[in-house]
């Protein structure tokens, strides 16, 4: 990374703090290793990009719906699902400083992916195949121990009242799907869908990563939105194509990134049931990094589901009679990743006259505040009643912030710096002639709109 790069990332971390976005978790307690929480303004971001998903993935889809699985399963699930066995961080010593590392990560450093649902063989495989090109990032050696793996499970004690609940643990999912996949008979059963039609779904999933790194970039507590689509054996690799060109414009037509900020990531090293896999990749100030992966699965999960709960889950085509496992692709995407790439990708510095303002140039329909309504004098009861009754009928269309603190120019630059797109102004022309000023974000550029007409105004700039 770059010294450049490296500052942007600093700034920006600083900046999410400082304006209510991130906040590290338990901070008056000391901190608590790779948690974060969201403030005011992070929190109406991620559920403007969740709302984007939700609409773009399951209200425009005739052929997906959603579902909302719960956080604790049967721990079977994570067993059928190779979890138990094979989810881990695999780890190397290196011989000479005795840095331990992660041996995916040293990989990826020589341009190698490797899978996190690798067996412990797998991975020491290609580990060794290329370890002669990997330099310790620590010294710089070049001599490593074998791989050890430490599974990224996370385990609970819900429902086990004995004292030695380690043996036979509940656990805390590790990923969406799995709740999507165990619940595949019962929408089938209950929606109106045939094969093909996907389960789409957002909810919390925890790892625990020897490693977190990057500010909300790896977390041990994380949001994902998934979906899973379900397809004939003959159709998979159709339906991945489609789900790869729709998903590839999500994050440009409804998230707002730059095509060239967006790269395609091919998987060499697959598991092995896996057909083809593929990362989208967001040019991140530390570099291009996983935004989205899509998988074709084959019929692997619901073949395992239905060898380990003894549930044949099987599905007969009504028109043809054929009866088959049906194959999965999966689009798996993080909702804080998506938030990181939307702030770095807005966060702007504009010199402006003398000043530099900071200013968040999100898409309108991702800013965490639409509109925000000032009277120009705060000691003046005619122009704050006025603001005051604009904003409460601006509020009940958009989420609005009321401000009166500091002069006009300094509001503009609060707002700026949290993205909002338009600024109303209540001044003393605007008792008499009954307009008031709406300035724009980017342009910075002022008009005077009629009151009974800023509502169809603002929903037309908005919207
Ligand atoms: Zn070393």
Known sequence: MGKKQENLMEKIVSFC????????SSEIYGGFAAIYDFGPYGVELENNIKDQWWKYMVQMREDIVGL????????????????????????????????????????ESV????????????????????????????????????????NLLVKSNLGNFTEDWS????????????????????????????????????????RNEITARQFIFRTREFEQMEMQYFTSPEDEMKAYEELKKYRWNFYINCLGLSEKNLKWHKHENL????????????????????????HARGDYDLTQHSKYSGKDLSYVDPKTN??????????????????????????????????????????????????????????????????REI????????????????????????QDEIGTPYCVTVDFESLEKGDVTVRDRDTMKQERVKIEELLDYLHDKLE
């Not at 290196?94 to 840095?99: I, Q, T, V």
């Not at 601006?394 to 009321?402: G, P, T």
């Open 271 to 294: 598991v092995f049931y896996a057909k083809e896999a593929y990362d989208i990749e967001y040019n991140f100030p530390f570099g291009f990094s996983e935004l989205e992966g899509l």
């Open 17 to 24: 703090k400082r304006r209510g976005f991130v906040f590290p």
């Open 68 to 107: 909302d699985s719960a956080i604790f399963m049967h721990p079977k699930i994570w067993e059928a699902s190779g979890h138990v066995a094979g989810f881990s961080d695999p780890l190397a010593e290196c011989k000479k400083c005795h840095s331990r590392l992660r041996v995916d990560h040293l990989l």
């Open 322 to 387: 054929k009866k088959c496992i049906p194959h999965v692709v999966e689009s798996s995407a993080g909702v804080a990743r998506s938030m990181l790439a939307v702030i770095c990708e807005a966060y702007t510095e504009e010199k402006v006259g003398e000043d530099t303002r900071v200013v968040l140039k999100f898409k309108n329909n991702l800013a965490p505040i639409k509109v925000a309504v000032f009277p120009l004098l705060k000691n003046k009861p005619e122009l704050v009643a006025k603001a």
């Open 111 to 150: 341009g190698v992916v490797a899978d996190e649902k690798m067996k412990e063989e797998e991975i020491s495989r290609i580990f060794s195949e290329n370890k002669k090109k990997i330099k310790c990032p620590v010294c710089g050696a070049s001599d490593f121990t074998d791989v050890k793996k430490f």
């Open 391 to 414: 904003f409460n009928d601006l509020k009940k269309e958009f989420v609005c912030e009321f401000d009166d603190n500091g002069n006009v120019g300094k509001r503009y630059r609060r």
């Open 167 to 206: 043996k036979e643990p509940v656990y805390l999912r590790g990923e969406t799907c799995q709740g999507i996949y165990v619940n595949y008979e019962n929408v089938l059963n209950s929606a109106r869908v045939r094969i093909p039609f996907g389960i789409a779904q957002i909810g919390k999933a925890f």
